[in-house]
């Protein structure tokens, strides 16, 4: 006797969504597209993979964070453009789900229903698509449909999905290929002044400036006594270029994280007077504070 195939491990059932009301399955395919749109741009945005990915994949741990770096973005622009056609919709939320879920709860170190990230917003958003598919209004339901058609009617079908997947793929992957200067060129600014501000100096961008040393710009900061110091580090005295890191909240020196532009500030808790060093490298968005008299 032989037991039952799941139907999610058939090709048909690959592609065939879970049969819903039609007003959910504009629900779905409202908040599939939406996912994946936003995906694919943040993707986009992130190819060629910059450096500072390449850092927060070192910074969680991952062997070969270039690699990984590379496949994290590479997943979110192909697999967003795959969620929001409804074309292997399952695989493609399975590629999303895991990315969204390593940097919510495994870089951002988030904790599940508290702690709300937007990284674990779109996992919580993704993850249904696992499960239910891409629903009625996707390509995977016309090709869900064409394995039951007669087989010119199929194979047109099947090679019509293949040749999308190929071309998102294929655009994906010249992306990813163009060359890392000019990206870089693109999304870094030319820093030529940098200062830490923060409420130790009442945000005065000119009171503790920071002296280039080769990638990194350093500022030292002489504090009288314990206290807890909520700062940023700015380019070219524009607070739309500050590096902060709202994922911090009153950690313990000596620091050493990634953070992001324009971010929240960084709290920090001083234990004793003397002198600190404060270091951050724009391109990379890396950043670092350590007492430095003992």
Sequence with gaps: MHGKINPLLTVQGLFSPVSVPVLADVLLLGGRVFAGVTMAIAGYDKLPVPVWMVDQVTTIGFPAPGFFAWCACYSE????????????????????AFTMGVAAFGFHGVLPWTGMHITQVYFWLILPFVVLGGGRFSVDQVVAGSLRLSSPGRSATVAAG????VVAMGLGLYLSLMPVEAAEAEGVPVVTRASVAG??????????????SGDVWVALITFDG???????????????LSLGDGDLDRVELPLEAVGAVNDENIIAVIREAGT????????ARTYGVERVDP
């Design 77 to 96: 622009f192909v697999g967003g453009i795959l969620l929001a056609m409804g074309l292997l919709t399952r695989p493609a939320a399975v590629l999303l």
């Design 162 to 165: 293949g040749i999308l997947a």
């Design 199 to 212: 409420d130790f100096n009442d945000w005065d961008l000119e009171a503790n400036p920071a002296e280039r």
């Design 226 to 240: 314990p206290r807890v110091i909520r700062f940023k580090f700015v380019a070219n005295g524009d607070w739309d």
């Design 276 to 283: 600190y060093r404060f270091r951050f490298d724009p391109e």
